[in-house]
C-alpha cells in the first residue's frame, strides 16, 4: 500500500503514518469478512481514527491522506484506493492504470466537463476525496483483476506521476527488476526536479500469485447485512385488494355450498373446497400485505459472483513497449541532472550514462535501462550525500552570538539572548 500524507509537515506524516500502520492491522482483524468488505471497512475505521485525532488536536486539524491498498488473492488482485495516488498493472508491454484519480481534472474530465487535453495543463494537485478530513469516507473497490505470471503491480504517489509518463512507468518497471525499477523511477524523478514527494512500490507477479478459480468458489459479500426491518410509507394496496377479493369469494363460496347439511353434494363439497382455497389465498394476501409494510430495509445484501468484479478499471491504458526514443528521454533527464552533481561523483555517473547509451545504440534496450538504473542510483546517492553535508556543517555553527566576530556590543542592561 502506498498513503501521501497531507497538510502541514507533520500532520500529514501522522495521517499516512496511521493508515500505513492500521489498515492492514484492521483487514487481518477482519479476515471472516470477505477481502472486498474487509478492505473498505478497514479504509473506514482508519478515516474514522484520523478524523478523530484531527478534531482532537488543532495542530492535525483537516490532515489527511491519499491511501491505496492492493490486496493479492487466489481470485485475483484486489484495489482499494482513495485519493490520487495511483495502482497500475504492467503486463505485455501495455500499462494499465487501475484507480480513477479522484482529483478535480479527473472529475471535471469524466464528466466531459474538460477535455483530456486541457486537462493536461491543469493543476493536478486538487484532490476530491482523501481519508481523514471528513467523519465518512467513500471508498472505490476494483477487482479481482486476474494474476498472471510475470505481472508487474505498481504503487505510486503522485510526485512520480507528475514527473514521470504512464509509457516510462510501464517501460521501467515491465523491464527492470522490481529494485532497479525503483532506483530509476526515484532517481528520474529526482532528476527532473520532484516537486514532491515521491514514493514507488514495485511488485511481480510469480507464479504463485497465478489467478485460480473453482467451481466450488463462494460468492463474496460486499454489503453489511441488514439489522433492523424499516417501516415503509404508504398502504400495499395491491395484496390488501387480493385479500379483501379472497375473502368475500371464500365467505360467498360457503354459503352456496349448504355447509349446514348433514350429508354435503358432491357440488357443495366442490365449493367448500373453492372457498378453502379462496381463504388460504386470503391468509397469504394478508401476510405479503404485511411484509410488504414491514420489508428489508433499503441496505439490503449484495454478493459479488466468484467471476464478478467490482469497479470500472482499467481507466487508462497505455503502450509501453521499449523504444529508442523512451529510452534515450530517461537518459537526458540524467545527463541534464550531471551538472548539479559534485566533481568527484561525476566519472561514475558519466560512465552509467554512456553505457546506456552505448548499448540503446546496439538495440539492447533492457541493458541499456539497466546501465541507466545504476547511474540514477548514483545521482540518488550523491543527493543524499550532499544532504548529509549541509547538515553535518549547519550543526557546527556556532550557538551563541557573542562569540561571533564583529557583533555589536549589547546593552549591558539587556539580557542576551544565548541562542543563534
Not at 93 to 103: G, K
Not at 287 to 296: D, E, Q, R, T, Y
Not at 395 to 406: A, G, K, M, Q, Y
Request: net charge negative; aromatic share 4%.
Amino acid at each position: 500500500m502506498v498513503a501521501d500524507g497531507m497538510g502541514a509537515h507533520a500532520a500529514g506524516e501522522l495521517a499516512s503514518g496511521i493508515a500505513v500502520r492500521e489498515v492492514p492491522t484492521q483487514y487481518q482483524r477482519m479476515a471472516g469478512r470477505s477481502p472486498p468488505l474487509a478492505l473498505k471497512e478497514s479504509f473506514k475505521r482508519v478515516n474514522s481514527e484520523i478524523y478523530t485525532r484531527g478534531e482532537a488536536e488543532p495542530e492535525y486539524h483537516g490532515m489527511g491522506t491519499t491511501c491505496t491498498a492492493l490486496a493479492i488473492l487466489p481470485r485475483g488482485a484486489v484495489v482499494a484506493h482513495i485519493g490520487d495516488s495511483r495502482c497500475y498493472r504492467i503486463r505485455d508491454n501495455v500499462i494499465d492504470q487501475l484507480t480513477f484519480d479522484h482529483s478535480l481534472v479527473w472529475e471535471l474530465e469524466h464528466s466531459n466537463q474538460m477535455s483530456r487535453e486541457d486537462a493536461a495543463a491543469a493543476p493536478r494537485n486538487i484532490i476530491t476525496r482523501s481519508m481523514g478530513p471528513h467523519a465518512d469516507v467513500k471508498v472505490d473497490i476494483e477487482g479481482p483483476h486476474p494474476i498472471q505470471e510475470d505481472d508487474v503491480f505498481l504503487l505510486c504517489s503522485d510526485g512520480l506521476t507528475g514527473q514521470v509518463s504512464d509509457e516510462e512507468i510501464g517501460l521501467v518497471a515491465g523491464q527492470l527488476s522490481a529494485r532497479e525499477a525503483t532506483e530509476l523511477l526515484v532517481g528520474l524523478t529526482l532528476c527532473r526536479g520532484a516537486p514532491d514527494n515521491v514514493t514507488v512500490v514495485v511488485a511481480r507477479a510469480g507464479a504463485g500469485e497465478v489467478s485460480s478459480m473453482s467451481a466450488g468458489d463462494l460468492p463474496w459479500q460486499v454489503s453489511e447485512s441488514t439489522v433492523e426491518p424499516v417501516a415503509r410509507e404508504g398502504l400495499p394496496w395491491k395484496p390488501l385488494s387480493i385479500g379483501l377479493v379472497s375473502l368475500f369469494l371464500s365467505l360467498v363460496l360457503f354459503g352456496l355450498s349448504d355447509p349446514w347439511a348433514k350429508e354435503p353434494t358432491l357440488n357443495g363439497r366442490l365449493l367448500q373446497m373453492a372457498g378453502a382455497a379462496c381463504g388460504l389465498a386470503t391468509v397469504v394476501a394478508l401476510l405479503m400485505a404485511f411484509l410488504g409494510k414491514i420489508g428489508k430495509s433499503p441496505g439490503s445484501v449484495r454478493v459479488l459472483k466468484p467471476d464478478g468484479r467490482l469497479g470500472k478499471g482499467p481507466y487508462r491504458t497505455y503502450d509501453c513497449a521499449a523504444t529508442p526514443a523512451l529510452v534515450e528521454g530517461i537518459a537526458a533527464s540524467l545527463a541534464e541532472a550531471l551538472d548539479r552533481m559534485p566533481q568527484d561523483r561525476q566519472p561514475e555517473i558519466q560512465k552509467s550514462l554512456e553505457c546506456g547509451r552505448r548499448d540503446a545504440a546496439d538495440g539492447h534496450l533492457k541493458q541499456a535501462l539497466g546501465a541507466l538504473a545504476d547511474g540514477f542510483a548514483l545521482y540518488r546517492a550523491g543527493l543524499e550525500q550532499s544532504r548529509r553535508d549541509t547538515e553535518r556543517e549547519q550543526s557546527f555553527e556556532t550557538p551563541f552570538r557573542d562569540e561571533l566576530p564583529n557583533e555589536p556590543s549589547h546593552d549591558p542592561a539587556t539580557p542576551e539572548d544565548p541562542t543563534a
